[in-house]
């Protein structure tokens, strides 16, 4: 499937995460957002980069996700800081969809 | 080529510097900042940077320091502004000529009139040098009084603690936070910090301070008490001397429209200093906060870049206390009466504050960041109060002016 360094994770069922949702996993030691935005899945860390809080608290407007805490904003397809007060980008992940099966491409074992 | 000089490299003239930059690739600018430093962000020296040693001071990015479309001066204080040559006279004895101008002064901290034997032991909280010095005196054991229970103050405090120290909060209102939160989120709080070990002592009257040796002597209306270190945080004061001194319009801050200009249209203001106009409100404010600087900052920095645009948002502000998220939208005072989110604990709550017209004007949340995010969202889009949350809030029992609706009404408004 993809010979990075890493396990692909099954996250859910496509019908699972709807247009303009998110939703919060934990795998491991890593917390991950996916989001559905404009039909495609997306997946990011779930930690804000500023301060201690899950993004998926937050609020999703389009393609950005809102931290609950003081409003960083962040491009859940680049992973970038876009408005507030986060400096530091979060990670993002691969995700394919495929079979009605949400994956998402995790730096695991 | 467009010569523009930022006065202040705060938060709001660091992201003006960087926006203008960006939309006009032909402008220089100059930004002038009178500490000896990089600019800083000033939340964490209250909250994080305050509790532990370990953490780094908050350097905002410095990319634009680098770029050849920025020159940027720390030490350089800004001793007058010739609005008719258009051009600054910093404290290197240079003059900056400027075709537009960004006054981004913000405040420094209100002083207590004190005597000067005790000075060493008492501690304001604005720049990074201040923070750094609390941050050393504040060693395990010792004994802090904090006069002013506000943000500062209560943040100032839990960093205290978390240094080992014992705090005691005097507030001579008898609430703390009245002016800028709500009764409601005075109580929760004070019970939060009673909760966290903080003595607190509201209604305190006038407090004397006297030098006690190596220590300092604070004498309130019920009863005295010897101390390390005394943090004052009574409030700030808007930076608008060279305003003043220029001849623009200042009314307890400089007062500009909603595209950040002053009363000359090459001059712009944005941040803590400026007195700024609200639709909503049908009123000018001047506001305390990290967010309406960074926005203002975004809409001077358009407008000078010769992009129209304009700042309309109530202001929003934050503060983190004992791992509880505290957020305010508008002024709970400009509030007839008041409606609270339905809730399913304790810890999280929200309630909204509407004129005698329906019409949102305030918000307290307690963790509650994600409702206050819609409800932010609706305001600026000018759109009515998200189902989500109008179909959850009741009427509450903190009217303040005797007008509190029925749930029927408040449906009906916010629907």
New interface residues.
């Given amino acids: 499937m993809n010979k990075m360094a890493g396990t692909w994770i099954e996250m859910c069922k496509s019908d699972e995460l709807h247009e303009g949702e998110m939703k919060a996993l934990e795998v491991q030691d890593l917390r991950v957002a996916i989001y559905r935005h404009d039909g495609k899945v997306f997946s990011t860390d779930n930690v804000c980069s500023h301060a201690f809080a899950l993004l998926t608290d937050g609020w999703l407007d389009g393609h950005l996700v809102e931290c609950p805490l003081h409003g960083a904003q962040f491009d859940i397809t680049t992973g970038e800081p876009q408005n507030g007060p986060a400096t530091c980008p979060i990670a993002i992940y691969h995700v394919e969809e495929s079979d009605g099966v949400i994956r998402v491409h995790l730096p695991l074992g | 080529m467009e010569r523009v000089v930022v006065i202040g490299a705060g938060v709001a003239g660091h992201r003006a510097a960087e926006e203008i930059v960006k939309l006009a690739s032909d402008f220089r600018v100059t930004v002038l900042q009178d500490e000896n430093s990089n600019p800083y ?1 000033r ?1 964490p020296l209250s909250k994080e940077f305050l509790a532990s040693s370990e953490i780094a001071p908050p350097l ?2 410095g990319q634009y320091i680098q770029s050849a479309a920025v020159d940027f001066r720390a030490n350089v204080r800004v001793e007058h502004i010739d609005r008719q040559q258009q051009a600054v006279t910093g404290s290197d004895g240079r003059r900056y000529s400027y075709d537009r101008l960004l006054l981004a002064t913000g405040s420094r901290s209100r002083l207590l009139p004190l005597p000067a034997a005790i000075n060493h032991h008492v501690h304001y909280l604005r720049t990074l040098r201040d923070a750094q010095r609390l941050r050393e005196a504040l060693q395990p054991d010792r004994r802090i009084a904090i006069i002013g229970g506000g943000f500062i103050g209560l943040e100032v405090s839990v960093a205290a603690r978390r240094r080992g120290c014992s705090t005691v909060v005097f507030e001579k209102a008898p609430f703390i936070l009245e002016r800028v939160g709500s009764r409601r989120l005075s109580d929760w709080l004070s019970q939060l910090h009673a909760s966290d070990d903080c003595e607190m002592e509201v209604n305190c009257g006038p407090l004397a301070i006297e030098d006690a040796g190596e220590r300092v002597a604070l004498k309130w209306n019920a009863g005295e008490a010897l101390f390390d270190a005394v943090v004052v945080g009574i409030g700030v004061e808007p930076n608008t001397a060279l305003a003043i001194d220029a001849g623009l319009h200042v009314d307890d801050g400089i007062v500009v429209d909603h595209e950040c200009r002053t009363s000359d249209p090459n001059v712009f203001a944005a941040g803590e200093v400026t007195s700024y106009p609200l639709r909503s409100l049908a009123r000018r404010i001047r506001s305390e906060s ?2 309406v600087a ?1 926005a203002q900052a975004q809409v001077a920095a358009r407008n000078i870049a010769g992009i129209a645009s304009d700042y309309d948002e109530l202001p ?1 502000l ?1 503060s ?1 206390q004992c791992d509880a ?1 505290i957020q305010c939208l508008g002024m709970n005072a400009h509030a007839a009466f008041h409606a609270s989110l339905r809730s399913d604990s304790p810890e999280k709550w929200l309630d909204v504050g509407f004129d005698q017209a329906g019409k949102v004007v305030s918000a307290v949340a307690v963790n509650m ?2 409702e206050m ?2 409800l932010r ?1 609706s305001l600026k889009r000018k759109e009515p109060v998200p189902a989500a949350i109008a179909s959850r809030l009741e009427p509450s029992q903190l009217a303040i002016m005797g007008h509190d609706r029925t749930e029927g009404e408040l449906r009906g408004m916010s629907g």
Wanted: aromatic share 18%; proline share 6%; glycine share 6%.
């Fill in positions: 962000d939340p905002l990015s990290w967010s960074i929003w934050w983190d998220n960041g994600r995010s819609m969202r």
